[in-house]
């Protein structure tokens, strides 16, 4: 599965609130490499976790052994049952804070986003949840990528689907993988 998927999003946050604390520093990636042991007598490394949670660079795929692991750390049996449970949340989840959702927008309106450390998009909304990017400051993000996305939450990681770059097929995408978002403003 693609680490930057939802699922495993979902799977990190729940990590997070459990442990009561952010996974962001090494010691933190050590820390729940212990915590796994500790739930399931399995050993996932910090890198695996660095990798997993976007600290470093790696694989683009999280391996089903991994996710297995994670999950029956979590108290599920396997991560089969960790999406079922998602699925049966149904992702209801009240979004209660400060957030943009293409239903309030118009064709032509433009977002405006920042997240750590120094980066600045402004999307224009091209209508029907795809966007275009118009301005990219310190981003991967270029002038005239486009994607579609459907909610920008304050705090969140914002998930671009179809990501396009010059002539690349569409890719998934995560920006604030780390923070989440820092600003959000229709302009």
Same mark, same amino acid.
């Given at each position: 599965?693609?680490?930057?998927?939802?699922?495993?999003?979902?799977?990190?946050?729940?990590?997070?609130?459990?442990?009561?604390?952010?996974?962001?520093?090494?010691?933190?990636?050590?820390?729940?490499?212990?915590?796994?042991?500790?739930?399931?007598?399995?050993?996932?490394?910090?890198?695996?976790?660095?990798?997993?949670?976007?600290?470093?660079?790696?694989?683009?795929?999280?391996? =089903?052994? #991994? @996710?297995? %692991? *994670?999950?029956?750390? !979590?108290?599920?049996?396997?991560?089969?049952?960790?999406?079922?449970?998602?699925?049966?949340?149904?992702?209801?989840?009240?979004?209660?804070?400060?957030?943009?959702?293409?239903?309030?927008?118009?064709?032509?309106?433009?977002?405006?986003?920042?997240?750590?450390?120094?980066?600045?998009?402004?999307?224009?909304?091209?209508?029907?949840?795809?966007?275009?990017?118009?301005?990219?400051?310190?981003?991967?993000?270029?002038?005239?990528?486009?994607? =579609?996305? #459907? @909610?920008? %939450? *304050?705090?969140?990681? !914002?998930?671009?689907?179809?990501?396009?770059?010059?002539?690349?097929?569409?890719?998934?995408?995560?920006?604030?993988?780390?923070?989440?978002?820092?600003?959000?403003?229709?302009?």
């Amino acid at each position: 599965m693609n680490k930057t998927s939802p699922e495993i999003h979902e799977l990190k946050r729940r990590f997070e609130d459990q442990l009561r604390r952010k996974i962001k520093t090494p010691k933190d990636f050590i820390f729940l490499s212990g915590v796994v042991w500790d739930r399931t007598h399995d050993t996932i490394s910090p890198t695996t976790l660095k990798r997993l949670w976007g600290y470093i660079d790696g694989a683009d795929q999280a391996r =089903s052994s #991994t @996710l297995d %692991i *994670l999950s029956k750390a !979590l108290g599920f049996k396997d991560w089969d049952d960790f999406l079922a449970d998602v699925d049966n949340k149904g992702g209801s989840d009240l979004v209660v804070s400060p957030h943009v959702s293409v239903d309030d927008l118009k064709e032509g309106s433009r977002v405006a986003v920042s997240w750590n450390p120094d980066r600045h998009c402004v999307f224009l909304y091209l209508g029907n949840t795809n966007f275009i990017v118009e301005e990219s400051r310190n981003s991967k993000l270029k002038k005239g990528d486009t994607f =579609s996305a #459907t @909610l920008f %939450i *304050l705090n969140e990681p !914002l998930f671009l689907n179809n990501l396009i770059q010059g002539h690349n097929p569409p890719v998934p995408f995560v920006i604030g993988n780390r923070d989440g978002l820092k600003e959000i403003e229709v302009l």
